[in-house]
């Protein structure tokens, strides 16, 4: 194995504010909900990618708490493009082809496997405005046709993904 020039995504400043708000969102007690579950099988489909899935990141970690076309559950935030995503909570992050571009080419969760050639997430900004993770659709090819109809969808999967979440959050508190 050789050295890669991969660099990771910058950690935000608010990172001790935002890690909290994972926290108490309760998003990692929410691996496979059902309501969730539903919502990344229809981006999955609506967007036609092959994968989708709720990542929530935490510490050093990328949780994928729901996800469709995905086996690994798990992985490095340092590798996790999803870590890009959060760093801009008010924008869909979109990679067209992560081989081609010169941010992502040596990413070793990209080229072992080759796994994610395209990659799209909307930040999931909660009430108080942290991003605590990311609704991602992405695929094994890479696609240039992710424009705003797409993003928009995807924008709205993540407030849903946000409302669910609060609903939970609620009935926790309740029972």
């Given at each position: 194995?050789?050295?890669?020039?991969?660099?990771?995504?910058?950690?935000?400043?608010?990172?001790?504010?935002?890690?909290?708000?994972?926290?108490?969102?309760?998003?990692?007690?929410?691996?496979?909900?059902?309501?969730?579950?539903?919502?990344?099988?229809?981006?999955?489909?609506?967007?036609?990618?092959?994968?989708?899935?709720?990542?929530?990141?935490?510490?050093?970690?990328?949780?994928?708490?729901?996800?469709?076309?995905?086996?690994?559950?798990?992985?490095?935030?340092?590798?996790?493009?999803?870590?890009?995503?959060?760093?801009?909570p008010?924008?869909?992050?979109c990679?067209?082809?992560?081989?081609?571009?010169?941010?992502?080419?040596?990413?070793?969760?990209?080229?072992?496997?080759?796994?994610?050639?395209?990659?799209?997430?909307?930040?999931?900004?909660?009430?108080?405005?942290?991003?605590?993770?990311a609704?991602?659709?992405?695929?094994?090819?890479?696609?240039?046709?992710?424009?705003?109809?797409?993003?928009?969808?995807?924008?709205?999967?993540?407030?849903?993904?946000?409302?669910?979440?609060?609903?939970?959050?609620?009935?926790?508190?309740?029972?």
């Amino acid at each position: 194995m050789g050295i890669t020039v991969y660099a990771p995504a910058p950690t935000p400043n608010d990172e001790a504010a935002r890690e909290r708000a994972v926290i108490a969102s309760g998003a990692l007690d929410a691996r496979d909900d059902v309501v969730l579950v539903d919502l990344v099988e229809q981006a999955r489909q609506k967007l036609g990618t092959g994968m989708a899935a709720v990542s929530i990141l935490s510490q050093d970690w990328a949780y994928l708490i729901a996800v469709s076309g995905v086996t690994s559950r798990t992985y490095s935030r340092r590798m996790s493009l999803c870590g890009h995503a959060i760093i801009t909570p008010r924008d869909v992050f979109c990679v067209e082809d992560a081989r081609a571009d010169p941010r992502f080419a040596d990413n070793p969760l990209l080229i072992d496997g080759g796994q994610v050639r395209f990659y799209a997430g909307a930040p999931l900004v909660d009430a108080q405005h942290m991003p605590i993770g990311a609704f991602c659709v992405f695929d094994r090819t890479p696609r240039a046709d992710f424009g705003a109809y797409e993003q928009m969808h995807l924008k709205q999967m993540a407030d849903a993904v946000i409302a669910r979440l609060t609903v939970r959050r609620a009935a926790r508190s309740e029972g």
